[in-house]
């Protein structure tokens, strides 16, 4: 039996949840929490919790000068994959124009998940 | 030449005055002109690469730079006239009722327009080393966070490797993950007030995603280094907010992040004569978000400082529809000689400022949204809105917090019930 400590984000109260989980992983309490809103928030974070990770990418041959082109995963990914996420964009120099939603990178660190542009660059 | 007389400027190509100008449009304006001073229209969306913009406006998920875009598309598809690189030196006002707008950019030089009505939309900046009195010497290596932010995002170059952020505003907090992703080390975040200014979600999301330690009551007090930043003192404060002796801790780093607090922009506005709050900084308007000058109105972070874009548009799409009705009945004496209704909105219980803070309710249209902040975080309130001393409507808040804005609908029907009202105030009470 393990204990996890999460704040919850749905409201500026911000309470602090305790998870009581079991050995295999499943959840036995959940406790601290003031609204249903905290109890669904807490038992997706300690189970599958996911994050939209968004960051900006070079560009050439733009039209504007504009140097970066910033860039979002299409969908959620798993929390833990947000730094093979970054690594994979290290050193990516797309070329102008770019129109937001323009598939930039696909499947990004085997996430199944696409790169999008987020801006048109021109 | 170019034309010089317009019926609405707007100053700012920003969130408000995007909103503004296509509200103006569609409340049958078609003489509009926008200025903006940076390189292109959106404002500092467009270096507010994360998501969370558009809950309220288009009930999805939106990074800063796509719902500028949605915006900007509203501009073009109603072809109204923009200017950018265009920077307004000042504005005046002539006997006639209009306004002058002196400008200057490349290719046109100065700028003298003509206008009927005008829409502030200039936003805000940040607060700025020089307003904290931190003693040291004056290194490279500090920066605002949002101007690390444009370097990051825009410019693309990494202001420094290991970071120490002053201040938990939420640019602060944006800032400590962005850095983190880029590979730099975020050694801290320092408060000064026993709670953080910014959300919840960015608390969560930006610094214990990434195990990064909010101090709370904690300020900078001595920032070490002459050429570059080598370090940071950081101390405990106490109630009074003074740095505790024997409490300060050394962090060694070469960049110390400001984050702490945003100041409306308003130079044109006060060299306009409008009257001003000292409270938000902003222009002092009414029910149409009209200043004191008449055929002058504010939006955005220029009239106060808000958390969410989505209320922005909103709040300046409103002005919009003010500047048109305006501007329909400019020159018309039956308008003018109307008698003009200003019932102060009176506060109480802690809240520090309304917007709008006069009312005429007769010139209220199916609702009127009053938006205001409170000082401090409060548990188990009401707001109770009292018309000539009599409770009109209550709402219940469960917790308010300085860092979240409230507001309290008004609907037209409620103040033609009261047509002939003479107070209005709003309290926040315990709720038992």
Redesign the interface.
């Given at each position: 039996m393990n204990t996890v400590e999460l704040t919850c984000i749905n409201c500026p109260l911000g309470c602090r949840i305790e998870v009581m989980m079991n050995d295999a992983g499943g959840i036995e309490l959940v406790t601290g929490n003031s609204c249903h809103r905290g109890d669904i928030y807490a038992r997706k974070e300690v189970t599958a919790p996911t994050r939209i990770v968004t960051s900006s990418v070079r560009v050439y041959g733009s039209r504007d000068g504009e140097r970066m082109v910033p860039v979002k995963t299409a969908s959620d990914v798993p929390k833990g994959k947000i730094m093979d996420v970054i690594r994979d964009l290290a050193g990516v120099s797309v070329p102008c124009p770019v129109r937001i939603g323009d598939v930039l990178m696909k499947d990004i660190a085997g996430t199944g998940v696409d790169m999008i542009a987020t801006k048109n660059v021109d | 030449m170019d034309r010089t007389e317009y019926d609405l400027i707007v100053i700012g190509g920003g969130p408000a005055g995007l909103a503004a100008a296509a509200a103006a449009y569609d409340a049958g304006e078609r003489s509009i002109l926008v200025l903006e001073r940076d390189?292109?229209l959106g404002g500092i969306l467009?270096q507010c690469?994360?998501?969370g913009f558009g809950l309220h406006t288009f009930q999805e998920?939106?990074?800063g730079?796509?719902y500028a875009?949605r915006y900007i598309d509203k501009l073009t598809e109603r072809e109204i006239e923009y200017k950018l690189d265009t920077m307004v030196m000042s504005l005046g006002q002539n006997e006639d009722g209009t306004k002058t707008v002196t400008a200057v950019n490349e290719t046109d030089g100065l700028l003298i327009l003509r206008t009927k009505a005008l829409i502030l939309a200039m936003g805000c900046r940040e607060r700025s080393r020089g307003s904290l009195n931190i003693p040291g010497f004056r290194p490279a290596g500090i920066f605002s966070a949002g101007t690390a932010q444009r370097l990051?995002?825009?410019?693309?170059y990494l202001p420094g490797r290991r970071v120490v952020i002053l201040g938990s505003g939420d640019i602060g907090l944006i800032m400590a993950r962005r850095m983190t992703?880029?590979g730099a080390k975020v050694l801290v975040c320092a408060e000064l007030m026993p709670y953080s200014g910014g959300?919840?979600?960015n608390?969560?999301?930006c610094l214990?995603?990434f195990g990064i330690p909010l101090k709370l009551s904690h300020t900078v007090v001595r920032i070490e280094g002459k050429e570059r930043v080598e370090g940071v003192d950081i101390a405990e404060v106490g109630p009074d907010r003074k740095p505790i002796p024997g409490t300060e801790e050394h962090y060694d780093c070469d960049t110390l992040l400001l984050s702490v607090g945003l100041l409306p922009e308003n130079e044109l506005t006060i060299g306009l004569g409008a009257e001003m709050s000292r409270v938000t900084n902003g222009p002092v308007v009414d029910e149409s978000l009209e200043t004191s000058v008449p055929g002058v109105f504010a939006a955005g972070n220029v009239l106060h400082v808000h958390d969410l874009v989505d209320y922005v548009s909103e709040e300046a799409a409103h002005a919009g529809q003010s500047a048109a009705a305006y501007i329909r009945a400019f020159g018309n004496s039956e308008a003018k000689t109307k008698e003009d209704v200003r019932i102060p909105v009176i506060f109480s219980g802690g809240i520090r400022y309304t917007v709008p803070a006069f009312i005429d309710p007769g010139r209220v249209s199916k609702w009127l949204k009053v938006r205001f902040r409170v000082g401090e975080?409060m548990q188990n309130k009401k707001i109770v809105l009292y018309i000539d001393g009599e409770p009109a409507m209550s709402k219940k808040r469960?917790?308010?917090?300085p860092?979240?804005m409230e507001e309290l609908v008004l609907t037209e029907k409620l103040l033609q019930e009261h047509q002939d009202m003479k107070t209005i105030d709003i309290r926040v009470e315990e709720d038992m």
């Open positions: - | 390189t292109r467009n690469i994360h998501n998920e939106l990074t730079p796509e875009q990051v995002n825009i410019e693309g992703l880029e959300l919840k979600r608390i969560v999301q214990d995603d975080v469960r917790i308010m917090a860092g979240e």
